[in-house]
């Protein structure tokens, strides 16, 4: 599954299930959950090296995680795609009946979190002066790696850019869009204004502090810390990213109603068509 590098361990770690599963649009979801432990392995030792025991701990502490998320939580995600595919075979779905879903998809992220939140302390204090060094570092480039892509050119290149990534992931679950849905996506896309530009330097201050955290890796009050940054994600990214984010989640609210409703029977065929393979996906799945 291809995906692009998360600015940390700890996201990494705590996000990775969440998106490979429901999110990503991986072409196999089975392999993508037998190998998400894994995956976070290689990702993270793309930003630090671990030594053997630091690599044993992470893999004890996955395999622990994944065997909780998929007898807890995967009967959960088949219950919520039932109802996704229930509404979706009644007809076009509304603006309310969207919003329940897009909440229901987010309801499942807290209880994934405190799950995996232990497995990012235990990592992250187990990091030695050196390797935080190498963090920073990975981290900066990475930034620097993503600035450069996603602000290549003008605001309208960087508007069109944006158009072309939202237009790719809606087609996972519309199939292929047509010319007013198109339309609709570009619209979107320009009336976003500094969103992207936003986006990364909201980014950025959260990895800011992130690292001050990591100042106080051994102090008692460590856990806590790391816990306030990842449930108030949005507190360290700064006011401007909160206020980007609100009216951007009832932006994308609004589109995805209307791409819906400008879209055929295809569109809501191919829909109901995902939602049941995702469900058929879990189902297969076993703890083992």
């Known amino acids: 599954m291809a995906g692009r590098r998360l600015s940390t361990l700890l996201r990494l770690v705590a996000i990775t299930l969440t998106a490979a599963l429901v999110l990503a649009g ?7 959950y037998r190998y998400a432990d894994w995956g976070v392995v290689w990702w993270v030792e793309d930003f630090v090296n671990l030594d053997r025991d630091q690599k044993r701990q992470l893999n004890q502490d996955l395999d ?22 229930a509404d979706v075979a009644s007809g076009p779905p509304d603006v309310d009946t969207i919003t329940y879903h897009q909440q229901r998809l987010m309801g499942f992220v807290p209880d994934l979190l405190n799950k ?49 990534r939202t237009a790719e992931r809606v087609e996972r679950w519309l199939g292929d869009l047509n010319a007013e849905q198109q339309s609709l996506v570009q619209q979107w896309s320009s009336n976003r204004g500094q969103q992207t530009e936003i986006w ?37 990214r700064g006011p401007e990213y909160q206020a980007m984010m609100e009216e951007s989640q009832q932006a994308l609210t609004s589109l995805m109603h209307d791409l819906i409703q400008a879209g055929d029977q295809q569109h809501q065929e191919h829909l109901q068509a995902r939602a049941d393979k995702l469900n058929r996906d879990f189902i297969a799945l076993t703890c083992s």
């Open 200 to 236: 990364l330097q909201g980014r950025r201050n959260w990895q800011q502090a992130l690292l001050t955290t990591l100042d106080s890796r051994d102090q008692p009050g460590f856990a806590d810390s790391i816990k306030d940054l990842v449930v108030n994600s949005e507190q360290a």
């Open 64 to 85: 622990a995680l994944r065997q909780w998320h998929c007898s807890a939580e995967l009967p959960r995600y088949s219950a919520w795609l039932e109802e996704l595919e």
């Open 116 to 164: 995996a939140l232990p497995v990012a302390v235990n990592l992250l204090q187990s990091l030695s002066d050196e390797q935080v060094d190498e963090l920073v570092q990975n981290m900066v480039r990475d930034q620097e790696e993503l600035e450069q892509e996603m602000l290549a050119g003008d605001a309208d290149e960087t508007a069109q850019a944006r158009a072309d």
């Open 26 to 32: 991986c072409s196999s979801t089975k392999m993508a």
